[in-house]
């Protein structure tokens, strides 16, 4: 145990109630006496007949005053420090009861403290030293490391109930050389933009630096963890903070960003993706999962979520922990915050903790952060969030048409594409990523070079609309006996089933939850023509096909 971290207990909690009176009693008198340049005798004896002590130990407390803190328990009554609980073995000795713990009771075999007594005894007796005591055995056994005792005696299983939720961390020198990453739904009810009515719990994904444990990123999203709640959240940890405050409207500084060395992930699918797998490799970030069956490790991260959520629970509409906790409160009636609220809530919470001093660093995050870019460097940062965005996106395979690339009954064309469908049957199957948030534009990637070309609807006039808004329209139709869907059906399904949404966002939780997802989708590019949009640059050598094709 790193010592420096440890805090003496001195009495404040364990001195009895009289022995704590006449700590009191004495720090009055002895603490005016200390305030003297000089203790002359006659001083000390007019404080020795106030305290009903003599001269000499008068002399003793003042000399413990002045040598202390000047606080009430430097006066305590005095304890033996002999007799029973030291050591007084010899060497030799403790030589043998050392290697007997390690050889005889450290194993599987789990020997009895007793039968670890009788060869200690017996060395001892061998060599012509005095044996010790059973007591003295169980009080150095008592003295190992219990972790590793039961690791020793019986086995991992046994073992983790006595690790902190921690683990060991790995040992970092620089920012960003190892990010933990975990996401959790956030324990408040939310409402929605329109009517001000329940719309469910969000999720929140977070991102902390191991290091200055500062939070570089964090996203705030009404749908489920997915890979592309990672890819968001590095995307957030990338690049600077300020547009994206002021966007929020909230005005506090967040310094913390650049890319990562190292992101530090539990076994959640979500997390052994290809689509991140490759991103991560772009842009050369490594991944290390935790040991399975383990799930002490990662337990930064961990930690900082549960303390958000404890501040989450002075929130209204909290629904708290779990039902016990919650009690009669009604959080759906009392809930007011919007998604947008809450994250504005969220940016000025983590502000505050950034600023508050950390117990294992012994100083605030931010105060961390800073003192490493002093002494070392300020990590990289991304100035194009989309174009970094894009290398975590999901990746399909289409064959070019003359009208454009079709994915699940949806047409995508512009100009730009001319010259690649003039060659089509040359260039094989084109590798396109999309949002699954906004299906209005995809990305292309050039096969000449490392560009990708962002491709919208062939139609402009169809809405953005996102994959689970899509899909529901997909289904509806096949309900309907509809064996081919077109896109013109499609999209017509789509704005029947907003109609019904609308209608029923009054009445309907669910309803209310999905309008406010496509209210929160990324916007469609602002243009309302069919010219070339701008390509995003991403380097050639990055652009091998993929190995898995990933629908999401």
């Not at 040991?291 to 549960?306: S, T």
């Not at 016990?324 to 759906?332: C, P």
């Not at 064309?413 to 199957?429: M, S, V």
């Not at 292309?444 to 809405?463: H, I, K, M």
Request: charged residues 25%; contains cysteine; aromatic residues 6%.
């Amino acid at each position: 145990m790193d010592e420096a971290h440890l805090v003496p207990e001195r009495g404040v909690l364990t001195a009895s109630s009289a022995a704590w009176d006449l700590a009191v009693r004495r720090a009055e008198v002895i603490g005016r006496l200390a305030e003297l340049d000089e203790v002359g005798h006659r001083c000390a004896d007019e404080a020795a007949a106030e305290l009903g002590l003599s001269q000499r130990q008068v002399y003793v407390l003042l000399r413990r005053w002045r040598q202390g803190e000047g606080v009430v328990s430097d006066m305590l009554p005095g304890q033996s420090s002999g007799g029973r609980g030291r050591e007084h073995l010899p060497e030799a000795v403790e030589a043998i009861i050392r290697e007997v713990l390690r050889t005889r009771y450290l194993t599987k075999q789990r020997r009895s403290m007793s039968a670890v007594h009788r060869e200690v005894a017996r060395l001892c007796r061998s060599r012509g030293l005095p044996s010790p005591s059973r007591g003295a055995l169980v009080r150095r056994a008592e003295k190992l490391d219990p972790v590793a005792t039961m690791l020793a005696r019986e086995g991992v299983d046994a073992a983790r109930p006595l690790r902190s939720a921690g683990g060991v961390p790995q040992q970092v020198s620089e920012l960003l050389e190892q990010v933990q990453i975990d996401h959790t739904v956030i324990d408040v009810i939310v409402v929605d933009e329109r009517h001000r009515l329940p719309i469910g719990r969000p999720y929140i994904t977070v991102a902390i630096d191991v290091l200055s444990r500062a939070i570089v990123g964090l996203v705030v999203t009404l749908e489920a963890p997915s890979a592309l709640s990672v890819g968001l959240c590095l995307a957030h940890m990338v690049t600077g903070k300020r547009a994206w405050l002021e966007r929020i409207g909230v005005e506090v500084a967040w310094p913390m960003s650049g890319k990562p060395a190292e992101l530090y992930l539990d076994n959640a699918a979500e997390f052994k993706s290809e689509a991140l797998r490759r991103g991560c490799e772009q842009h050369g970030v490594t991944l290390r999962w935790r040991p399975p069956g383990q799930p002490h490790y990662g337990g930064i991260v961990e930690r900082v979520i549960g303390t958000m959520m404890t501040m989450v629970h002075e929130l209204p509409g909290t629904t708290f922990s779990s039902t016990k906790e919650s009690g009669g409160y009604d959080s759906e009636r009392l809930a007011v915050l919007t998604v947008g609220e809450l994250e504005r809530w969220l940016a000025l919470a983590v502000a505050g903790y950034h600023g508050t001093v950390h117990s294992t660093l012994g100083q605030t995050p931010a105060g961390r952060w800073a003192d490493a870019v002093t002494n070392g460097r300020a990590p990289a940062t991304v100035t194009n969030e989309t174009a970094f965005l894009v290398d975590f996106l999901p990746v399909v395979r289409r064959s070019l048409h003359t009208t454009g690339f079709v994915i699940d009954h949806v047409w995508y064309y512009c100009d730009a594409l001319k010259p690649w469908i003039a060659r089509r049957e040359q260039l094989g199957k084109f590798v396109l990523r999309r949002d699954p948030r906004d299906l209005s534009r995809i990305w292309a990637l050039d096969p000449d070079g490392g560009v990708y070309l962002q491709v919208p609807y062939r139609t402009l006039s169809n809405p953005p609309v996102g994959l689970w808004e899509h899909r529901a329209a997909v289904a509806a139709l096949r309900e309907k006996g509809r064996r081919e869907v077109d896109e013109e059906d499609l999209f017509r399904m789509v704005r029947q089933q907003r109609a019904i949404t609308d209608e029923a966002s009054r009445t309907t939780r669910r309803a209310r939850r999905d309008a406010e997802r496509r209210a929160t989708a990324v916007p469609p590019p602002a243009t309302s023509n069919p010219a070339p949009l701008p390509p995003i640059i991403v380097a050639a050598a990055d652009a091998a096909p993929f190995a898995v094709v990933e629908e999401w």
